[in-house]
């Protein structure tokens, strides 16, 4: 039994330490909460713990090269931890000659008993070996005003290199080479100011090292030094990630681990820095005054206006920018009237999204449509990609969406060996998250039979996959190894983290404006903005290069208004989106480009990915404001796109009903082209779903069980006003809506009624979300996924393959009923089919005219034959209604200028005619009868035109040759046209002919007069 005296000791024991823990604690509170904040980030922030974790490989693997290269990044990380560590316990303390000596034994292979303790002390050696250097070159130097010369030296170079050199974002001899050159700028000035402060406050033959009167001065000689080798060491891997042939080993993920305990590690640095001197410098609170400097930084700090948007006024000589609508109608009527055209609307998700939207483009352009034409021998087959004609994309999706299109929309070349991924590794994972989501065979009897069905299609996927790898890198287009080896989806399976990393370590880099900056230098976008196109050619030709791709339309959002904001590739109309204002109390939608008046905002294609994936806390908003103010306007706050909508689908909608708002013909026209086509709304659904309860949602379930109520109702509400909005869309575009009145006979409502819907929704997804399994095994929101994560997402895309292919096939079986339907219809209408006509022509005129003036203002001087060639692909589906348009007034004028009286071979030439011009296919026109009487080979023309129910009325058939005689006038007016802009561009590309020609002569080599030799 104790004493009152041991108990009494042993309390003051206690007692005393305390105090000393709690003294250590009050000296070390900065070091303290930045060694605890860091390893918490790296260890259970996702987005982090994502980038450098992944399991290892299975063990029987042991001879493939990826488990050696797994193991040797396993090593890299371990390196580098330990050289942090050791740094953060180094630099703000001096490094003892006796705890030297102890690293030094254990180092040596005597001591080499323990790995990580060995890595440690040689960590440390070389830590302290580096941050030693700085006092001891100093001391070298003999003389203040040498000491001072040389620092006001340094700091005039690097003040001259911040004011003049290159930009931040600078990208020669590789991507962002401005960041380091900033960085390197700042760093030579703070280095200035120090051997400037040494040069001042150093006396007369006064040692740096081991000077207990100027502890600060050495703690800043220490920190310049370590903060240069961890920077060197860290641009060394952004070089190696960016050159080939380094690219092959060094990856952007080695670089983003080291930048982030990098970050970690100067924070951590600093903090205990700031121990240091407040410990110190008695006469300031040198941590209160950091703490207040840190708060203050945050209240009053503003997003910049980081040019992420610029700004084209509409000046005199100033290009226009070409019409979205022209080019959506361009796409449209360059579509075989017999093929289905397709909408997308592709959600957000970071990588995730990218990826995934990847798989689906790349399907849609190998897959060959059924009805599809084109001759094997001159042209391939057309493909599903072919008949897109619009694309509304949000962040992740935004991405892909605008390597796709800036791509022509065509198939990716395969890759023998990937570079964003080790090819073994991804089809190893990719074969486990497979089997893993086939087991989770669905509970509901009703969808056990369609679960199988794509179990079956995935596991045919990998075998074929597995069949490539296996080919010693041979890889054809005709097998599924595209799904692994497709350039398109290596690039969106980048570590979009590096550059986001580099602008949040660069000063006056913000992180979007990095990011942007590279995806130009990686995909070449420097060329593509909304006011040019996609990588126009060179010369005023480049409005019409846009014509040949899908219309695209970026999703953003207004933070003041929380509303959509729309960036068209190309612009559309201002008014597109007015119809949203009139009819919903909601804020309406509205493009980018015409944000001011007077003002062009131009967006380059970067930038518009950019805006569309500005996630907030990620990135700032970005700010765009307008040149010249004018009363009311004020500056524009941009964020993500997903705030307002993540699926894109609002935006389709919002454009359906704009078609017929706004005031451009062009809308009227592309909502009866698109009224009598089958169409296809497919939507690409890579968003997040929600979450169920976690083991931390539910130990502070007073804060997160709400937060996580919000996420899941907000979900469920967009579901519904999602499926909403594809209802509304497909009762706006239907085909009944052109025959819709309230004069309809009963047989005629029964018609109606029995028509079949001419839109098809189709939906991909990449996460799915049912109430009985929520968020199985999901895949995170980043802008960087590890290894099995990629696979996971393949692995989701091979389940969704099989419904996907099962759909679109649907849709091709259809096709042929639909057309069925449709003459049907035209047949109980014969009025409206009339009307429908007589209007398609003169749609064809105007379109005609549209090109002819498109032609007029082009100037095609100073292009190359590529360049021609590329045009003249562009202008196609111009070209194509042109010719038509032509055929009729041709015909037109060999029939005599329509006479009063159309005889039997006139009427047979405008049947023909008809059938070519007029996008739906009507009844087939057969040719009257052989007979004198004008009046009766009227009548029979008419009913074997609009049907059997056509009136024999004498009246009606004068009616409707009048229409026609007006639609020959200017068919005949619009030939004409046509007709001089050709003969223009013919002698346009004579004189380019002859001018090569020319060329090509004066190259020749000419024979020596003097020597008498000939040319070889």
């Given at each position: 039994?104790?004493?009152?005296?041991?108990?009494?000791?042993?309390?003051?024991?206690?007692?005393?330490?305390?105090?000393?823990?709690?003294?250590?604690?009050?000296?070390?509170?900065?070091?303290?909460?930045?060694?605890?904040?860091?390893?918490?980030?790296?260890?259970?922030?996702?987005?982090?713990?994502?980038?450098?974790?992944?399991?290892?490989?299975?063990?029987?693997?042991?001879?493939?090269?990826?488990?050696?290269?797994?193991?040797?990044?396993?090593?890299?990380?371990?390196?580098?931890?330990?050289?942090?560590?050791?740094?953060?316990?180094?630099?703000?303390?001096?490094?003892?000659?006796?705890?030297?000596?102890?690293?030094?034994?254990?180092?040596?292979?005597?001591?080499?008993?323990?790995v990580l303790v060995t890595l440690f002390d040689l960590a440390c050696l070389v830590v302290d070996r580096a941050v030693t250097f700085p006092a001891a070159a100093i001391e070298?130097?003999?003389?203040?005003?040498?000491?001072?010369?040389?620092?006001?030296?340094?700091?005039?170079?690097?003040?001259?290199?911040?004011?003049?050199?290159?930009?931040?974002?600078?990208?020669?001899?590789?991507?962002?080479?401005?960041?380091?050159?900033?960085?390197?700028?700042?760093?030579?000035?703070?280095?200035?100011?120090?051997?400037?402060?040494?040069?001042?406050?150093?006396?007369?033959?006064?040692?740096?090292?081991?000077?207990?009167?100027?502890?600060?001065?050495?703690?800043?000689?220490?920190?310049?030094?370590?903060?240069?080798?961890?920077?060197?060491?860290?641009?060394?891997?952004?070089?190696?990630?960016?050159?080939?042939?380094?690219?092959?080993?060094?990856?952007?993920?080695?670089?983003?681990?080291?930048?982030?305990?990098?970050?970690?590690?100067?924070?951590?640095?600093?903090?205990?820095?700031?121990?240091?001197?407040?410990?110190?410098?008695?006469?300031?609170?040198?941590?209160?005054?950091?703490?207040?400097?840190?708060?203050?930084?945050?209240?009053?700090?503003?997003?910049?206006?980081?040019?992420?948007?610029?700004?084209?006024?509409?000046?005199?000589?100033?290009?226009?920018?070409?019409?979205?609508?022209?080019?959506?109608?361009?796409?449209?009527?360059?579509?075989?009237?017999?093929?289905?055209?397709?909408?997308?609307?592709?959600?957000?998700?970071?990588?995730?999204?990218?990826?995934?939207?990847?798989?689906?483009?790349?399907?849609?352009?190998?897959?060959?449509?059924?009805?599809?034409?084109?001759?094997?021998?001159?042209?391939?087959?057309?493909?599903?990609?072919?008949?897109?004609?619009?694309?509304?994309?949000?962040?992740?999706?935004?991405?892909?969406?605008?390597?796709?299109?800036?791509?022509?929309?065509?198939?990716?070349?395969?890759?023998?060996?990937?570079?964003?991924?080790?090819?073994?590794?991804?089809?190893?994972?990719?074969?486990?998250?497979?089997?893993?989501?086939?087991?989770?065979?669905?509970d509901a009897t009703e969808d056990q039979a369609t679960f199988a069905k794509a179990r079956d299609r995935a596991r045919e996927l990998l075998a074929s996959v597995k069949q490539?790898?296996?080919?010693?890198?041979?890889?054809?287009?005709?097998?599924?190894?595209?799904?692994?080896?497709?350039?398109?989806?290596?690039?969106?399976?980048?570590?979009?983290?590096?550059?986001?990393?580099?602008?949040?370590?660069?000063?006056?880099?913000?992180?979007?404006?990095?990011?942007?900056?590279?995806?130009?230098?990686?995909?070449?976008?420097?060329?593509?903005?909304?006011?040019?196109?996609?990588?126009?050619?060179?010369?005023?030709?480049?409005?019409?290069?846009?014509?040949?791709?899908?219309?695209?339309?970026?999703?953003?959002?207004?933070?003041?208004?929380?509303?959509?904001?729309?960036?068209?590739?190309?612009?559309?109309?201002?008014?597109?989106?007015?119809?949203?204002?009139?009819?919903?109390?909601?804020?309406?939608?509205?493009?980018?480009?015409?944000?001011?008046?007077?003002?062009?905002?131009?967006?380059?294609?970067?930038?518009?990915?950019?805006?569309?994936?500005?996630?907030?806390?990620?990135?700032?908003?970005?700010?765009?404001?307008?040149?010249?103010?004018?009363?009311?306007?004020?500056?524009?706050?941009?964020?993500?796109?997903?705030?307002?909508?993540?699926?894109?689908?609002?935006?389709?909608?919002?454009?359906?009903?704009?078609?017929?708002?706004?005031?451009?013909?062009?809308?009227?026209?592309?909502?009866?082209?698109?009224?009598?086509?089958?169409?296809?709304?497919?939507?690409?659904?890579?968003?997040?779903?929600?979450?169920?309860?976690?083991?931390?949602?539910?130990?502070?379930?007073?804060?997160?069980?709400?937060?996580?109520?919000?996420?899941?109702?907000?979900?469920?509400?967009?579901?519904?006003?999602?499926?909403?909005?594809?209802?509304?869309?497909?009762?706006?575009?239907?085909?009944?809506?052109?025959?819709?009145?309230?004069?309809?006979?009963?047989?005629?409502?029964?018609?109606?009624?029995?028509?079949?819907?001419?839109?098809?929704?189709?939906?991909?997804?990449?996460?799915?979300?049912?109430?009985?399994?929520?968020?199985?095994?999901?895949?995170?929101?980043?802008?960087?996924?590890?290894?099995?994560?990629?696979?996971?997402?393949?692995?989701?895309?091979?389940?969704?393959?099989?419904?996907?292919?099962?759909?679109?096939?649907?849709?091709?079986?259809?096709?042929?009923?639909?057309?069925?339907?449709?003459?049907?219809?035209?047949?109980?209408?014969?009025?409206?089919?009339?009307?429908?006509?007589?209007?398609?022509?003169?749609?064809?005129?105007?379109?005609?005219?549209?090109?002819?003036?498109?032609?007029?203002?082009?100037?095609?001087?100073?292009?190359?034959?590529?360049?021609?060639?590329?045009?003249?692909?562009?202008?196609?589906?111009?070209?194509?209604?042109?010719?038509?348009?032509?055929?009729?007034?041709?015909?037109?004028?060999?029939?005599?200028?329509?006479?009063?009286?159309?005889?039997?071979?006139?009427?047979?030439?405008?049947?023909?005619?008809?059938?070519?011009?007029?996008?739906?296919?009507?009844?087939?026109?057969?040719?009257?009868?052989?007979?004198?009487?004008?009046?009766?080979?009227?009548?029979?023309?008419?009913?074997?035109?609009?049907?059997?129910?056509?009136?024999?009325?004498p009246e009606e058939t004068a009616r409707a040759i009048e229409q026609l005689r007006i639609a020959g006038r200017k068919l005949e007016s619009s030939r004409r046209t046509v007709?001089?802009?050709?003969?223009?561009?013919?002698?346009?590309?004579?004189?380019?002919?002859?001018?090569?020609?020319?060329?090509?002569?004066?190259?020749?080599?000419?024979?020596?007069?003097?020597?008498?030799?000939?040319?070889?």
């Amino acid at each position: 039994m104790s004493t009152p005296v041991s108990q009494s000791r042993f309390v003051r024991a206690v007692r005393t330490q305390m105090r000393r823990a709690t003294n250590w604690v009050y000296r070390n509170l900065f070091f303290l909460i930045a060694a605890v904040i860091g390893p918490t980030a790296i260890f259970f922030v996702p987005q982090v713990f994502n980038v450098w974790y992944s399991e290892p490989p299975p063990s029987d693997t042991f001879a493939t090269g990826w488990f050696w290269l797994w193991w040797a990044f396993a090593a890299f990380l371990l390196v580098a931890a330990m050289f942090f560590a050791a740094s953060v316990y180094l630099v703000p303390r001096a490094y003892t000659r006796r705890a030297k000596r102890k690293a030094a034994r254990r180092v040596s292979l005597h001591g080499a008993g323990n790995v990580l303790v060995t890595l440690f002390d040689l960590a440390c050696l070389v830590v302290d070996r580096a941050v030693t250097f700085p006092a001891a070159a100093i001391e070298r130097v003999a003389g203040r005003a040498i000491r001072i010369a040389i620092g006001a030296v340094l700091c005039a170079v690097a003040a001259a290199w911040l004011l003049f050199g290159p930009a931040v974002d600078y990208g020669w001899p590789y991507s962002l080479a401005g960041a380091f050159y900033r960085n390197g700028a700042w760093w030579i000035l703070v280095l200035g100011l120090w051997v400037l402060g040494c040069g001042l406050l150093l006396g007369r033959g006064e040692k740096l090292r081991d000077n207990p009167d100027r502890p600060v001065l050495v703690l800043v000689g220490r920190f310049l030094a370590w903060i240069a080798l961890t920077y060197l060491a860290a641009e060394l891997l952004w070089i190696g990630a960016n050159v080939p042939p380094l690219s092959q080993v060094v990856t952007l993920r080695a670089y983003t681990l080291w930048m982030i305990l990098h970050v970690w590690g100067v924070a951590t640095v600093v903090a205990a820095s700031l121990d240091f001197a407040d410990a110190h410098i008695r006469l300031l609170p040198v941590r209160i005054v950091a703490f207040v400097a840190i708060v203050a930084v945050f209240l009053v700090s503003r997003p910049p206006a980081n040019s992420d948007v610029f700004h084209i006024a509409n000046a005199a000589g100033s290009p226009t920018p070409p019409d979205g609508l022209s080019q959506l109608e361009a796409r449209l009527r360059g579509i075989p009237e017999n093929e289905p055209v397709v909408f997308v609307a592709a959600s957000g998700g970071g990588s995730r999204a990218a990826i995934f939207t990847s798989l689906v483009y790349e399907f849609l352009a190998r897959r060959p449509l059924a009805t599809g034409g084109g001759d094997a021998a001159t042209s391939p087959p057309r493909t599903w990609a072919d008949n897109i004609v619009a694309i509304s994309s949000v962040s992740g999706g935004s991405l892909a969406t605008a390597h796709f299109v800036e791509r022509d929309a065509k198939a990716s070349p395969l890759r023998p060996r990937t570079e964003n991924a080790i090819l073994e590794e991804l089809i190893a994972r990719f074969e486990k998250n497979l089997e893993q989501l086939a087991a989770q065979e669905p509970d509901a009897t009703e969808d056990q039979a369609t679960f199988a069905k794509a179990r079956d299609r995935a596991r045919e996927l990998l075998a074929s996959v597995k069949q490539s790898a296996a080919s010693a890198g041979d890889a054809s287009d005709a097998t599924d190894a595209w799904v692994v080896r497709s350039s398109f989806v290596d690039d969106m399976g980048t570590n979009f983290m590096a550059p986001i990393v580099r602008g949040a370590t660069t000063t006056n880099l913000p992180r979007g404006q990095a990011l942007g900056r590279f995806w130009d230098d990686k995909f070449h976008w420097h060329a593509s903005a909304n006011v040019r196109g996609f990588a126009p050619p060179s010369g005023d030709m480049a409005p019409l290069v846009a014509s040949s791709r899908p219309l695209v339309v970026f999703n953003a959002c207004d933070v003041a208004k929380g509303s959509r904001i729309a960036i068209g590739f190309p612009p559309l109309p201002a008014d597109v989106f007015a119809l949203a204002a009139k009819e919903t109390t909601r804020a309406a939608p509205f493009e980018l480009a015409h944000r001011y008046a007077g003002e062009t905002v131009g967006v380059t294609l970067s930038k518009a990915v950019r805006l569309s994936s500005n996630f907030p806390w990620a990135f700032h908003p970005t700010v765009v404001e307008p040149l010249e103010a004018q009363s009311g306007e004020t500056r524009t706050l941009i964020l993500d796109g997903g705030i307002a909508d993540n699926t894109g689908i609002d935006t389709l909608f919002e454009l359906v009903r704009g078609l017929s708002a706004t005031s451009h013909p062009t809308g009227k026209r592309i909502l009866r082209l698109l009224r009598r086509r089958q169409i296809v709304f497919l939507e690409i659904d890579s968003g997040s779903k929600p979450s169920p309860p976690t083991a931390l949602s539910q130990a502070f379930a007073v804060v997160l069980e709400p937060i996580q109520a919000l996420d899941n109702a907000a979900y469920t509400n967009a579901d519904h006003a999602k499926q909403q909005y594809v209802h509304e869309v497909g009762e706006f575009l239907s085909l009944k809506r052109d025959f819709e009145s309230d004069s309809l006979t009963p047989p005629q409502r029964d018609a109606l009624r029995t028509v079949p819907a001419n839109i098809t929704p189709i939906t991909v997804r990449c996460n799915h979300f049912s109430l009985e399994h929520p968020d199985r095994n999901s895949v995170m929101t980043a802008w960087a996924l590890g290894p099995n994560d990629k696979a996971n997402v393949l692995a989701r895309f091979a389940f969704e393959l099989g419904r996907l292919e099962d759909a679109l096939a649907s849709v091709e079986r259809v096709g042929p009923d639909f057309l069925t339907a449709k003459n049907s219809l035209y047949k109980l209408f014969p009025e409206q089919a009339e009307n429908l006509l007589v209007a398609e022509i003169e749609s064809g005129q105007q379109f005609a005219n549209s090109l002819t003036a498109k032609l007029a203002q082009a100037d095609p001087k100073n292009l190359s034959a590529a360049e021609q060639q590329r045009i003249a692909e562009a202008i196609r589906p111009y070209q194509q209604t042109a010719e038509q348009v032509a055929a009729v007034a041709n015909q037109v004028e060999a029939s005599g200028k329509l006479e009063s009286k159309l005889s039997p071979d006139e009427l047979k030439l405008w049947s023909h005619t008809w059938q070519h011009t007029v996008q739906t296919k009507l009844p087939q026109a057969k040719p009257p009868p052989a007979t004198n009487d004008a009046a009766a080979a009227d009548v029979e023309w008419a009913r074997a035109l609009v049907g059997p129910n056509a009136a024999e009325s004498p009246e009606e058939t004068a009616r409707a040759i009048e229409q026609l005689r007006i639609a020959g006038r200017k068919l005949e007016s619009s030939r004409r046209t046509v007709e001089r802009s050709n003969e223009g561009s013919k002698a346009w590309f004579d004189e380019q002919k002859t001018h090569r020609a020319r060329s090509r002569y004066d190259a020749r080599p000419r024979p020596d007069v003097r020597s008498g030799a000939q040319p070889p």
